[in-house]
């Protein structure tokens, strides 16, 4: 098969290959300690497995609280998809301190570096040449798709793929709990600082303000659910 040239139809070693003639940034992550949300964001690629066909997921992931900001599934492997995940996370209105990725060509690439760039307080970081432990928070990220998901699935169609990834990280993010995060869900850790902030507003707000209309309601009326 070698002579002639021949290959199975499957997905290559490498999800990301790197380009010699892109620039590359040094690994800020060395001894750092995440201890708050926004601190560092971490991207990565895999693949997905559907019936004869392979596509190509990245995700933007929060490191501290491991909640998946945006995401986004391909069909190839050009930048333009990793691009599309960053501003869609971006355009959520929250920036982080740090951005970690490897050293593949789609995040080294111009068309990745300048949405990073349009935001000049991001200090970008890349992992070591080979080193995927650099990236452990987003591999393990990968894992729990791969056996929660894809591997339980066989995905007919892109549509189908995209659909049913799409329930799963909603899963991920609101209900699936953590073991490290004291067993609640990532978006519970990720907004928690805002829902502080909203409780402490409630503190301030007259008591009718404060009460939900429908409580108010229920209160007052005898409910068939009593």
Same mark, same amino acid.
């Given at each position: 098969?070698?002579?002639?040239?021949?290959?199975?139809?499957?997905?290559?070693?490498?999800?990301?290959?790197?380009?010699?003639?892109?620039?590359?940034?040094?690994?800020?992550?060395?001894?750092?300690?995440?201890?708050?949300?926004?601190?560092?964001?971490?991207?990565?690629?895999?693949?997905?497995?559907?019936?004869?066909? %392979?596509?190509?997921?990245?995700?933007?992931?929060? %490191?501290?609280?491991?909640?998946?900001?945006?995401?986004?599934?391909?069909?190839?492997?050009?930048?333009?998809?990793?691009?599309?995940?960053?501003?869609?996370?971006?355009?959520?209105?929250?920036?982080?301190?740090?951005?970690?990725?490897?050293?593949?060509?789609?995040?080294?690439?111009?068309?990745?570096?300048?949405?990073?760039?349009?935001?000049?307080?991001?200090?970008?970081?890349?992992?070591?040449?080979?080193?995927?432990?650099?990236?452990?928070?987003?591999?393990?990220? %990968?894992?729990?798709?791969?056996?929660?998901?894809?591997?339980?699935?066989?995905?007919?169609?892109?549509?189908?793929?995209?659909?049913?990834?799409?329930?799963?990280?909603?899963?991920?993010?609101?209900?699936?709990?953590?073991?490290?995060?004291?067993?609640?869900?990532?978006?519970?850790?990720?907004?928690?600082?805002?829902?502080?902030?909203?409780?402490?507003?409630?503190?301030?707000?007259?008591?009718?303000?404060?009460?939900?209309?429908?409580?108010?309601?229920?209160?007052?009326?005898?409910?068939?659910?009593?």
């Amino acid at each position: 098969m070698r002579v002639m040239g021949i290959s199975a139809i499957c997905p290559t070693k490498f999800t990301s290959r790197g380009n010699k003639q892109h620039l590359k940034y040094p690994y800020l992550l060395k001894g750092l300690r995440i201890e708050r949300p926004d601190q560092m964001w971490g991207t990565d690629i895999t693949y997905i497995r559907a019936r004869g066909f %392979w596509f190509y997921l990245t995700a933007i992931m929060d %490191w501290y609280s491991r909640y998946v900001i945006s995401w986004k599934l391909s069909r190839t492997l050009t930048p333009d998809f990793c691009a599309e995940s960053l501003k869609s996370a971006l355009a959520k209105g929250r920036i982080p301190e740090i951005h970690n990725s490897d050293q593949g060509s789609q995040f080294t690439s111009d068309t990745y570096i300048s949405v990073l760039k349009e935001h000049p307080e991001i200090k970008i970081s890349m992992d070591g040449r080979g080193r995927c432990f650099d990236n452990i928070f987003t591999e393990r990220l %990968w894992r729990n798709v791969k056996y929660e998901e894809v591997y339980l699935k066989d995905y007919q169609s892109f549509e189908e793929a995209e659909r049913e990834l799409a329930k799963y990280f909603n899963k991920y993010n609101n209900r699936r709990l953590h073991q490290s995060l004291g067993q609640r869900p990532p978006a519970e850790i990720y907004f928690q600082n805002e829902q502080n902030q909203q409780q402490k507003n409630r503190l301030i707000l007259p008591e009718t303000l404060q009460t939900n209309p429908v409580e108010i309601y229920l209160k007052n009326t005898d409910s068939v659910y009593e």
